[in-house]
Each structure stands twice: as C-alpha cells, then as structure tokens.
C-alpha cells in the first residue's frame, strides 16, 4: 500500500514531447524577393520617376514659353507661262512671294535650309535653293522664288485631261512646297535639327503681269508636316 501511495505521490507528464522541428533556411530558396524580381522593380521605379521629370519640364517649358506654329501664307503669284508640249514637256514662268511669321516672344528659328519645290498633278517640275537665314522673336520674314524653265512631266490620260480643262479655265492646281532643315533657339540653347515640310496648295491664274490668287482670300495659307 505504502509502494502505491508513493508512486501516486511521485511526478507525471505524461509521454516525452518531441523538439519542435528545425527549419534550416538557406539564403537564395524559398519565397520572397530574388534578385531579378528586384532589378525589375528598381528599373521600374527609375523609368517612372524619369517619364514624370521628363513630364514635368515639358509642362515648365510650355508654361514658360508658350511656343507656336511658325506661320506660313503665300501673298502673291504670277503665273506668266504654263504649256506643255506633246512630247511632255512643261515649259513653266511662276514667282511666288511668301510671308514666314513667328509669332513667339523667346524662340527664334534658324533656317539652315531651304528647298522650294513646285509640283503639278503630283509631278515636280522645278525647284529652288533659297539663302538660309534666321529669324529673332515675334518676326516676320519674305521668301520670294521664281521657277523658270521647262521640265519633262508624265502626265496620264487622266491628267492631261485635266490640264487641257485647266487651261481652258486659265486657272492652274499648282503646289508648292518648302523642304526645311530648322534649329530652335531658346535664350542661348540651340535644338537639334528638324526636318518639316510646308506644303501650299495654289489656284493660279494665268496672265501675262503680276496676278493674284484666283479667288478670294488674296493669301492663302500652308500647311506644315513633320
């Protein structure tokens, strides 16, 4: 009895617990953030913050600044001569006068190049390389061209029947088209060079002294394309 009583008086927990399981983490397994998913998130973060900088300093320039078109208007023509042979030869006297305003108060344009074309049916038949110059703030400047000579033009069916029907009329489609290598000059920071196109598209008349534009307006206005 005394063996039982002192076993009942004795300590018991019950069956040994084991050790909680180890968990060994080697660098560079398991979850989280490897190194690639980091890059990726760093060029992220760097092309973000460069498209709102970029963002920000065109909307400061524009505020400032303000820039415009450079505006282009063709004034006078004269047409004295516009006939095409049977052999498709264009014998041709036009002077057009243009009027180049820019209306900006801190941007001035260089022109380092000019190339006036003149274009009939889609058909070039002349050109001109006009003196290169530039033009300050809020200015306006004159480019006077004459194409004179002839040139052979390929003219379909479709076209020369429009000629002829032109010529009856004594009033031409003709375009032309200034070909531009340009610079922006902000204060004393100079652009690189763009390449704009301005394209004019004439109803001309036929006379034998200085003509106007058929119709009105007496100037009509050209078009850029960049």
């Known amino acids: 009895m005394a063996e039982k009583q002192a076993h009942l008086n004795g300590a018991y927990y019950g069956p040994s617990i084991p050790p909680p399981a180890r968990n060994h983490h080697r660098p560079g397994r398991g979850s989280g953030c490897g190194c690639g ?3 990726l998130k760093l060029i992220f973060n760097i092309i973000i913050t460069a498209v709102v900088v970029i963002g920000l300093a065109v909307l400061i320039f524009w505020l400032i600044f303000r820039p415009n078109k450079v505006k282009f208007h063709v004034t006078d023509v004269s047409l004295t001569e516009f006939n095409l042979t049977t052999n498709n030869t264009l014998h041709y006297n036009l002077a057009v006068n243009m009027t180049l305003r820019n209306p900006n108060k801190r941007i001035g344009v260089y022109y380092d190049r000019i190339e006036a074309r003149a274009y009939y049916e889609d058909q070039r038949f002349a050109s001109q390389t006009l003196t290169p110059f530039y033009q ?7 480019l006077n061209t004459v194409f004179k000579g002839q040139h052979f033009v390929r003219l379909g069916l479709d076209e020369t029947s429009e000629f002829n029907e032109e010529t009856t ?3 031409y489609s003709i375009d032309v088209k200034l070909y531009l290598r340009i610079r922006f000059k902000v204060g004393k920071v100079k652009t690189g060079r763009f390449k704009p196109k301005i394209s004019c598209d ?3 008349p036929l006379s034998s002294a200085n003509g106007r534009l058929a ?4 100037t009509t206005k050209c078009d850029w394309d960049f």
């Open 215 to 218: 119709g009105a307006p007496e």
């Open 202 to 204: 004439l109803k001309v």
């Open 37 to 39: 998913c980091c890059l």
């Open 169 to 171: 009329s004594g009033i």
């Open 136 to 142: 300050g703030h809020k200015n306006t400047s004159f």
